[in-house]
Structure formats: C-alpha cells, structure tokens
C-alpha cells in the first residue's frame, strides 16, 4: 500500500515531488506540527509531520553527476525490488527525518546542522530524488573527529553532512527488514529487538549451564580497516538493486577531510553514519554462521565478540578458529586485548559476572565501567568550573540518569550506594571550595544549623575540602540536601 502523490516501487514518480514544509518547534522548545505537501504525479496532498532539526548555514547544493548512470544503475532501476523507489518514498522519508531529529548530533563537514535541512530540502529535493533514482547521487567528504578512548589512544569518527545522514537513514529502513531476519540470533548488536543487555544475559546463561572460559575478541580498528570490496561483495549476494550498491560504495569511498585536506578512503566504514552498524552486520554475519554451524555458545555485539567453552583447550582452539575466520574478511584480531581466559574475569558491555553463594552466575559493573564512571564525575565536579552547586547537579543529572539506566541490571546494590555517598562527598568539598574564607565557612555552617564548635572546626581547616566533607559537612549538608537539589540516586 503507498500513500496518494507517491509512485509504487518499479514506476516513477515526478521530479517536481518535494517536501514543502518541515518540522519547527514551538513555544518552550517543544516540536511542533508541520503540513506536508506532495506535489507529484498523484493528487497534491498536506499531512502531519514532524521532521528534523539541526544547525546553522545553508547545505550546499549537490552537484549533478557528469558521469551517465552505470549499467548496473539501469538495471536496479527497471528491476524487482525497487529499493531506492522505497527510500524515496514519503513515508519513508518522514520516518527518516524523524529519527534524524531525534537522534540529534553534530554538523559535518559543511557545518549545516539539523534546522537548516528543511529548507535545503524544500528547494532541492527534486535534484536530489532524480540523482538517488538515477544512481547519479555523490555523497560529501565526511569530517574526521576523534574522541580520547578511557584506556588510552583515540577512536575516529566520520561525521556525514546531515544531508547524507537523512539519506543514509532513510536507505537503513528499507535495508534493516530486508537482511536483518538472516542474521544470527547471536547477533545483539543495532538490531530490532536485541540490546546489548540481551547479550549479557545470554553470556550469563551460558556461564551457568558450565561454561566457564570464554574466548573474548577485539578486532583491531574494526571500522576504519573493513575491506570495501570484501563488505560490497557480502551485500551484492543480499541486494539487487545496482543504485543502492553503487550508493552504499560512494558512502565507504567519501572523501574524509583531515588537516586541512580532503583524503580519498580505500577501507573502513564511516562509525559516525546511521548505515554503519548494519554494514559491519552484514560482513561479520559470516563469522556468526560459521560459529553457528560448529554449535558454539557466543554473543556478539558490533566487532565485540564472546565464545563461550568448557577448557581453556577447547579455549585455545576457537581462538584460532577466529583467527583464520577474520582474516579471510581481511580483519586481524586485536592480541592485545583478546584473551582465553575464566569468564568470571572478563567484561562484557561493560558488566562482568560473578558467583553468588549457592553457585548462581549474578551480574555486577565491571571494574573498568566504574573506573570510568569516576573519571566523568570527577570532570562534572572540578573545582575550577567556576559554576554553581544547582548547575553542576544538572549536569550530573543528565549522566547519572542514562549510567542508572543502563547499568540497573547489575545485582550489586551495595556498589551503587557506594557510588551515591562518594558522589555527594566530592559535591560537599565542592561546597567548601566555593565557601573559600573560613568566616564564610563559619557564617554558612551556622546559617544551617551547625554548632559553635564544629563550625569553628571546618573553618580552622578550609583548604582540607576532601578531609571536612567526610567529617562534619554532612550536617550541614545532609542527603536529603542533594536530594531536594535534584540530584538523582543511583540506588535504589
């Protein structure tokens, strides 16, 4: 079924077919509501959307290829499957810039951001649907950011224009139902209905059913060195539409602008991009089937992959296995960081497992996660922000919500309490730091409520913030302070 203006895949619709009215927010920074008009072959229509925002500048026009379209351009378009008819599509379009508002992010290379491309669009959709349908449609150079990895070292991100997030997004709801039910079920990496939660239960099950080692993989530089015609390869078995692959190939091939110069990519796929997990889906989906067909306990999450065997022997082997199983998609096994080693000892998605009394496999934080979770707070809570308590309490709270959320699953309370009480120490010395003076330390201690003696106390000792919050502050400052502050608590 399709809606009224919009062609069926395999027939074309008009090139005059644009969006002319975008999403825009409303008071209060709520998104407001927006006509749609369709103006195409069909009768001219307005519909209900909602549709992205993102920043400044106008997106620049993109250039009509020279080149006439590949044979196997011509051939996608007459075939069967139409798949670019149905990324084009209105529908599909609207659920695209949805998401692409939603997911929100930074500007590429060109600096548009989300709030810019309605506008872009409006004008220009007709070139840009004529390009896309006619395997004409080149991508932009992707920017180059690179962010501090916790254990050292950086990891690269390739940052597409927004224009080409929206198309990419738009490509990924037609590809996603198409390849992703021939994935494995061992797959919990970007997959409806999968999570990385998942794939720490699953992990779980296998270690208490006796399988105590497990054969923990990383891939080295997994997304900046897939082999691109390995990858395009694996999709042209799945896809038949010639203009969806030539597209998916421009997309790895883009340009990257690094110092100052646009640099050509011969391997890697841009982890910045809405078509990058599905990608690294499709090429690892090989190494799933064959572990599958050898009957092995794994999950695997992205280029993370955990085998789970009875031996460090049994251990050994399937390390080798993987070995020669990634270095026929000509990707190498990071040996650094991949270990047979006792399950208990490993972590997973950032949760390790531990033994309960009675021999029940429970979930905590791995020892790294918490590592990590301290370092963002003690950057939250530095004493040279220069901000006050309410606006570092907001900050916090926007961490501490998601961290709670996604580490809930742990069954180690005690260490959440733990985290909670040294949270509110570091904001107490925070408070003490802002008081600076001891006579201001004495007038705020007695304004609530604390005694003679053991303000003169704290005051007699201002520059020991870290040594004074864990004494007397605590009266000054009680829990139930931080609370009423906003402050969220991470046990429950």
Same mark, same amino acid.
């Given at each position: 079924?399709?809606?009224?203006?919009?062609?069926?895949?395999? =027939?074309?619709?008009?090139?005059?077919?644009?969006?002319?009215?975008?999403?825009?927010?409303?008071?209060?920074?709520?998104?407001?509501?927006?006509?749609? @008009? &369709?103006?195409?072959?069909?009768?001219?229509?307005?519909?209900?959307?909602?549709?992205? &925002?993102?920043?400044?500048?106008?997106?620049?026009?993109?250039?009509?290829?020279?080149?006439?379209?590949?044979?196997?351009?011509?051939?996608?378009?007459?075939?069967?499957?139409?798949?670019?008819?149905?990324?084009?599509?209105?529908?599909?379009?609207?659920?695209?810039?949805?998401?692409?508002?939603?997911?929100?992010?930074?500007?590429?290379?060109?600096?548009?951001?989300?709030?810019?491309?309605?506008?872009?669009?409006?004008?220009?959709?007709?070139?840009?649907?004529?390009?896309?349908?006619?395997?004409?449609?080149?991508?932009?150079?992707?920017?180059?950011?690179?962010?501090?990895?916790?254990?050292?070292?950086?990891?690269?991100?390739?940052?597409?224009?927004? &224009? +080409?997030?929206?198309?990419?997004?738009?490509?990924?709801?037609?590809?996603?139902?198409?390849?992703?039910?021939?994935?494995?079920?061992?797959?919990?990496?970007?997959?409806?209905?999968?999570?990385?939660?998942?794939?720490?239960?699953?992990?779980?099950?296998?270690?208490?059913?006796?399988?105590?080692?497990?054969?923990?993989?990383?891939?080295?530089?997994?997304?900046?060195?897939?082999?691109?015609?390995?990858?395009?390869?694996?999709?042209?078995?799945?896809?038949? +539409?010639?203009?969806?692959?030539? *597209?998916?190939?421009?997309?790895?091939?883009?340009?990257?602008?690094?110092?100052?110069?646009?640099?050509?990519?011969?391997?890697?796929?841009?982890?910045?991009?809405?078509?990058?997990?599905?990608?690294?889906?499709?090429?690892?989906?090989?190494?799933?089937?064959?572990?599958?067909?050898?009957?092995?306990?794994?999950?695997?999450?992205?280029? +993370?992959?955990?085998?789970?065997?009875?031996?460090?022997?049994?251990?050994?082997?399937?390390?080798?296995?993987?070995?020669?199983?990634?270095?026929?998609?000509?990707?190498?096994?990071?040996?650094?960081?991949?270990? !047979?080693?006792?399950?208990?000892?490993?972590?997973?998605?950032?949760? @390790? *497992?531990?033994?309960?009394?009675?021999?029940?496999?429970?979930?905590?934080?791995?020892?790294?996660?918490?590592?990590?979770?301290?370092?963002?707070?003690?950057?939250?809570?530095?004493?040279?922000?220069?901000?006050?308590?309410?606006?570092?309490?907001?900050?916090?709270?926007?961490? &501490? !919500?998601?961290?709670?959320?996604?580490?809930?699953?742990?069954?180690?309370?005690?260490?959440?309490?733990?985290?909670?009480?040294?949270?509110?120490?570091?904001?107490?010395?925070?408070?003490?730091?802002?008081?600076?003076?001891?006579?201001?330390?004495?007038?705020?201690?007695?304004?609530?409520? !604390? =005694?003679?003696? !053991?303000?003169?106390?704290?005051?007699?000792?201002?520059?020991?913030?870290?040594?004074?919050?864990?004494?007397?502050?605590?009266?000054?400052?009680?829990?139930?302070?931080?609370?009423?502050?906003?402050?969220?608590?991470?046990?429950?």
């Amino acid at each position: 079924m399709f809606l009224p203006g919009e062609s069926s895949p395999g =027939s074309e619709q008009s090139a005059e077919a644009i969006v002319a009215a975008w999403g825009s927010e409303g008071p209060n920074g709520e998104e407001g509501e927006t006509d749609v @008009s &369709l103006e195409g072959e069909g009768p001219q229509m307005s519909r209900q959307l909602e549709l992205p &925002l993102w920043s400044r500048g106008e997106a620049p026009r993109a250039e009509r290829s020279e080149e006439e379209p590949t044979a196997a351009s011509e051939t996608g378009r007459s075939g069967a499957s139409g798949l670019m008819e149905r990324a084009v599509g209105t529908a599909n379009l609207r659920a695209a810039l949805k998401r692409v508002r939603k997911n929100k992010g930074s500007p590429g290379l060109d600096g548009v951001t989300v709030e810019e491309l309605p506008g872009y669009l409006r004008e220009h959709w007709p070139q840009l649907r004529e390009q896309l349908l006619s395997g004409t449609y080149r991508p932009h150079p992707v920017k180059r950011v690179q962010i501090p990895k916790p254990g050292g070292g950086v990891r690269q991100l390739l940052i597409p224009t927004v &224009l +080409d997030r929206f198309i990419q997004q738009a490509l990924l709801q037609v590809l996603q139902p198409r390849l992703d039910p021939d994935f494995s079920e061992h797959s919990y990496g970007f997959r409806p209905g999968k999570s990385a939660h998942g794939a720490v239960h699953q992990a779980q099950r296998y270690v208490q059913a006796g399988r105590r080692w497990v054969v923990d993989v990383d891939l080295e530089k997994f997304f900046d060195r897939v082999n691109h015609d390995v990858l395009m390869g694996r999709l042209a078995k799945r896809i038949e +539409d010639g203009r969806v692959l030539g *597209l998916i190939r421009r997309y790895l091939e883009a340009g990257m602008f690094a110092s100052g110069v646009v640099v050509e990519r011969h391997e890697g796929t841009p982890q910045g991009g809405p078509l990058s997990p599905l990608l690294a889906n499709v090429l690892l989906d090989e190494v799933d089937k064959e572990l599958e067909r050898r009957h092995h306990a794994f999950v695997r999450y992205a280029d +993370d992959c955990n085998v789970y065997v009875r031996s460090r022997r049994a251990g050994e082997r399937v390390m080798e296995l993987l070995r020669e199983l990634f270095s026929r998609l000509r990707l190498r096994v990071n040996e650094g960081k991949s270990r !047979v080693a006792p399950a208990m000892g490993r972590k997973l998605l950032g949760y @390790s *497992l531990w033994v309960a009394p009675g021999g029940e496999i429970k979930r905590r934080v791995a020892k790294e996660a918490i590592r990590i979770f301290k370092g963002q707070v003690r950057q939250i809570t530095k004493r040279t922000g220069g901000r006050s308590i309410r606006q570092v309490v907001e900050e916090l709270r926007g961490y &501490l !919500v998601g961290w709670r959320e996604y580490f809930q699953w742990a069954d180690t309370p005690g260490v959440f309490a733990d985290l909670d009480q040294w949270i509110r120490h570091r904001l107490r010395a925070l408070h003490l730091q802002q008081w600076k003076r001891g006579r201001t330390v004495y007038r705020e201690l007695r304004a609530r409520g !604390v =005694s003679q003696g !053991v303000a003169g106390i704290v005051a007699a000792h201002t520059r020991r913030w870290w040594k004074n919050a864990a004494m007397y502050l605590h009266l000054a400052l009680p829990n139930r302070y931080f609370d009423e502050l906003g402050l969220p608590r991470l046990a429950a």
